[in-house]
T-cell receptor, first 115, second 115 residues
């Protein structure tokens, strides 16, 4: 089955600097890669996603890159702000055939923005 | 008001008892998921279902059972066979891959404590 590894497990960044979180996956059939943000005591919420036919996607200060050959994808947050402090999860999902849409998550990265 | 609702928010169980966690969605989503969240271990998949009356085991299904009799509902039973049930449980739902938007939405979670 799919295995998603996420690094680092914790990350501290000075406010205004950039943060990068990396994930690797094992199943070459995976073709959908979302990123979720979970603030303390709250439910995870989607912040950005990318499909395998795209190499990069950007939304304001957040960007995701995908390297299908190497089976890794990364989350980039620029100009970090205190409200970016949270736990971030990457995930991978295969959807080639209806009936096989397991969504597998990484172990999470606790991002702390230092004022 | 559309969304996915878990109940109860907090649940206490005596050792040896079965307990059922509720998950209801009115988003018309076909796929539903149960995850367990432990500190430092991310989101681990317990069971998932892509259609009514069908479900598949995830990575940590032992000691758990589910049913999917209605599209809106995906209850999770934590049985006495689960050796370490104290955890935070998250339910999620999403459209199937047939649709372009496959974002998974999470409930607010149920914190189960064995006393």
């Amino acid at each position: 089955g799919e295995n998603v590894e996420q690094h680092p497990s914790t990350l501290s960044v000075q406010e205004g600097d950039s943060a990068v979180i990396k994930c690797t996956y094992s199943d070459s059939a995976s073709n959908y890669f979302p990123w979720y943000k979970q603030e303390l005591g709250k439910r995870p919420q989607l912040i950005i996603d990318i499909r395998s036919n795209v190499g990069e996607k950007k939304d304001q200060r957040i960007a995701v890159t995908l390297n299908k050959t190497a089976k890794h994808f990364s989350l980039h947050i620029t100009e970090t702000q205190p409200e970016d402090s949270a736990v971030y999860f990457c995930a991978a999902r295969r959807g080639i055939n209806f009936g096989n849409e397991k969504l597998t998550f990484g172990t999470g990265t606790r991002l702390t923005i230092i004022p | 008001d559309g969304g996915i609702t878990q109940s109860p928010k907090y649940l206490f169980r005596k050792e040896g008892q079965n307990v059922t966690l509720s998950c209801e969605q009115n988003l018309n989503h076909d796929a539903m998921y149960w995850y367990r969240q432990d500190p430092g271990q991310g989101l681990r998949l317990i069971y998932y279902s892509q259609i009514v009356n069908d479900f598949q085991k995830g990575d940590i299904a032992e000691g758990y059972s589910v049913s999917r009799e209605k599209k809106e509902s995906f209850p999770l039973t934590v049985t006495s066979a689960q050796k370490n049930p104290t955890a935070f449980y998250l339910c999620a739902s999403s459209p199937t891959y047939r649709f372009m938007n496959t974002e998974a939405f999470f409930g607010q979670g149920t914190r189960l404590t064995v006393v």
